[in-house]
């Protein structure tokens, strides 16, 4: 009788010690490479970072940063990183017209007249006072598709064509100094450039948002997506990593003045400048207005940047 009484006192010791070795052993987290860019509109990632919503999720980001929308969205497509922040929309529906369900959309950020990102400046001292007085003057803009097809129309709207005004695409970390030195007359530039701008003298405001006044407003700036071939590999961590950056969305978006505050961590930008910059509003698939983010993407199809039709609900995560 006493035999299987110390079994069983032996098992229940044993399950005891293995469990708890299996409790306190260290856990590897999921490595998620994270393709970003140094502007506001990815200021999720960051929050997510700063705030431990990754880590709880048990995930490691090794962050990758990228300098245009193209790049970023090539580096998805080439297995250099896992999931994208706020690439140009206007770049994933062209990428995805031409490479098809490659990614998945899990959310955007929006901008338009109330949240500017997109500004057009001019230097402090300019005599530009309207749309029209850039005629023969030349006009720094930040890089990609999107900015070069939305401004383009704009300028088109407000009487100026292709050989009115020169456009010369460059980096956002370029453009205060190219507008300073004289190299452009004009900048279409996003945040947090327009704030840095005018506390340091630099620049003045020539028209807030022009991306919204000739596409809609507000418009989807950016998306947030992962690889499909990541996504149907790990699909428990793709859950984790969605839930981690909504998290992160729902803080930014409801606390502004501290989300701000973690942006001098990721971003050049000054804490003195983060409580007045621009910040997106960031949606997730079950917030996000998909009327329109496809109206956004008729206008793209209209400016003929999309050869086919565009279906939003094609690239979206369901």
Do not use: W
Request: proline fraction near 4%; aromatic fraction near 8%.
């Amino acid at each position: 009788m006493k035999k299987p009484i110390a079994t069983t006192i032996f098992l229940i010791m044993l399950i005891l010690v293995v469990g708890s070795l299996y409790f306190f052993q260290s856990k590897e987290k999921a490595l998620i490479r994270v393709g970003y860019l140094p502007i506001t509109a990815c200021l999720p990632y960051f929050v997510g970072e700063e705030m431990g919503y990754f880590s709880n999720q048990g995930l490691e980001i090794k962050p990758v940063r990228f300098e245009t929308s193209q790049q970023m969205m090539d580096g998805l497509l080439q297995g250099q990183v896992d999931v994208i922040t706020s690439a140009a929309s206007a770049v994933g529906l062209l990428v995805q017209e031409k490479s098809p369900d490659q990614f998945k959309v899990f959310a955007v950020n929006t901008n338009g007249s109330e949240n500017p990102l997109d500004v057009l400046i001019v230097k402090t001292s300019s005599n530009i006072k309207t749309v029209q007085d850039l005629k023969g003057k030349k006009i720094g803009s930040f890089p990609g598709v999107q900015a070069s097809t939305l401004l383009k129309k704009f300028l088109s709207v407000n009487g100026l064509n292709k050989n009115d005004v020169q456009i010369q695409e460059m980096k956002q970390d370029l453009h205060l100094q190219a507008l300073d030195s004289g190299q452009v007359d004009a900048v279409l530039t996003y945040e947090p450039n327009v704030t840095i701008g005018a506390q340091k003298g630099i620049s003045k405001i020539l028209v807030k948002a022009p991306f919204a006044q000739v596409s809609v407003n507000p418009y989807p700036t950016g998306i947030f997506a992962i690889s499909k071939s990541y996504l149907e590999a790990n699909p428990q961590t793709t859950q984790k990593i969605i839930t981690a950056f909504e998290e992160a969305m729902n803080y930014a978006n409801n606390n502004q003045v501290e989300a701000r505050k973690i942006l001098t961590k990721f971003v050049p930008i000054e804490e003195s400048i983060t409580s007045v910059v621009s910040i997106s509003k960031f949606e997730t698939l079950a917030t996000m207005d998909k009327t329109s983010f496809q109206k956004f993407a008729d206008v793209l199809f209209s400016e003929k940047v999309l050869t086919k039709q565009p279906n939003i609900d094609a690239f979206l995560m369901r």
